[in-house]
């Protein structure tokens, strides 16, 4: 019975309002409709054309525009309505932003300067072009004037690696935790211009000596690079450059935090944890060793290298006829296929 009520109450009341009043209320609550039935899947949300709708009708009808609203509230037409007068003055007071530019002649007569007295800073030229009458910032020189190179180029990292692959190798550490939760390092040397793993070798306690003591051991009956890359790690000790220097080597640190410029020797690393370690687990210090080792042998005669265009580090005559046979390695976590002579 209340319900009739309120529906006569509002009737009584509707006949009585203006037919403006009316008119725009009808049209308000038609347009909120139009956009509940709109097909969606998801909660109705205003388009642009709709703010720009209900901004306007807040202007025109000042008193009453708040009472019709459902979908929306009141505080977000007025911020609708800041941005879009934000957008207005932005397009009203539109123009050339920064400083005008210099004139065509004046940046010629810049680089006319510049070129013309080489040993000139931008705060001389600035003088010159008082004398001259013409005002111009320094930065304004600085932009406009043609300097050449600060220092003549040099070769980038990349083709340094590239011209001296054959006489470079790269040397990096990784550790490996064993089955009793104790860490093993793995000292590792590879050639840059076969991707050869040369040398290899376990400790669990790294020390200056045992690390020289693998280079000796890595560099037998003369055979050397002639530029070895290293990181910055304390346990190379202090005077690794110096030893290197005096057997004919040269040590080259890459720069701190900088894993690119030693790139081979950290990719030859994740080649070893994804193909090898990471699917085993290492007993001791021993069980790691005859795992590297065998892994090597793989690696350097049987493993077929991408920058080699899948040719193998040890280049090897191979027979191309007969039957093909497998032979497991590492326990048959890969096989290599060879056919029998």
């Given at each position: 019975?209340?319900?009739?009520l ?18 725009t ?39 009453d ?6 979908l929306v ?11 879009a ?9 539109r ?7 210099l004139s ?29 009458g ?21 070769q ?15 040397a ?19 050639a ?9 070798n376990?400790?669990?306690?790294p ?7 693998q ?13 070895l890359?290293?990181d ?46 990471d ?14 080792a ?14 080699l265009?899948l ?5 090897a ?7 093909v ?10 096989h ?6």
């Amino acid at each position: 019975m209340l319900e009739y009520l309120l529906l006569l109450f509002s009737l009584i009341r509707a006949t009585l309002r203006d037919r403006d009043a009316l008119v725009t209320e009808n049209l308000l609550l038609r347009h909120q409709l139009a956009v509940l039935t709109r097909p969606t899947r998801k909660r109705p949300r205003l388009r642009a054309r709709d703010r720009l709708f209900w901004v306007v009708v807040r202007a025109l009808r000042r008193g009453d525009w708040r009472r019709h609203l459902v979908l929306v509230r009141p505080e977000s037409v007025i911020r609708w309505h800041r941005q879009a007068w934000r957008l207005v003055w932005r397009w009203r007071s539109r123009g050339p932003l920064g400083r005008p530019r210099l004139s065509v002649e004046v940046r010629e007569l810049i680089a006319t300067m510049a070129r013309d007295n080489p040993r000139w800073g931008s705060e001389r030229i600035r003088g010159e072009l008082l004398k001259l009458g013409l005002v111009v910032s320094k930065r304004s020189i600085q932009r406009y004037r043609q300097r050449g190179p600060a220092h003549l180029p040099s070769q980038t990292w990349r083709t340094f690696l590239a011209n001296h692959a054959h006489h470079l190798w790269a040397a990096d550490l990784l550790t490996v935790q064993t089955l009793t939760f104790k860490t093993l390092y793995v000292l590792v040397f590879i050639a840059h211009g076969r991707r050869e793993l040369m040398h290899v070798n376990v400790t669990s306690h790294p020390t200056a000596a045992w690390v020289w003591r693998q280079v000796i051991e890595a560099t037998p009956w003369g055979r050397k690079p002639r530029h070895l890359l290293r990181d910055h790690d304390a346990v190379y000790g202090r005077d690794f450059q110096a030893r290197a220097e005096r057997i004919g080597i040269d040590a080259i640190t890459t720069p701190v935090a900088s894993p690119r410029a030693n790139a081979v020797a950290e990719r030859v690393i994740g080649t070893l944890r994804r193909e090898c370690l990471d699917h085993l687990i290492i007993l001791n210090e021993q069980h790691l060793s005859s795992v590297l080792a065998e892994f090597l042998r793989y690696y350097n005669a049987e493993r077929p290298h991408r920058t080699l265009h899948l040719e193998t580090p040890e280049p090897a005559l191979r027979p191309v006829e007969g039957p093909v046979r497998s032979r497991p390695v590492l326990g048959g976590l890969h096989h290599v296929y060879e056919r029998a002579a």
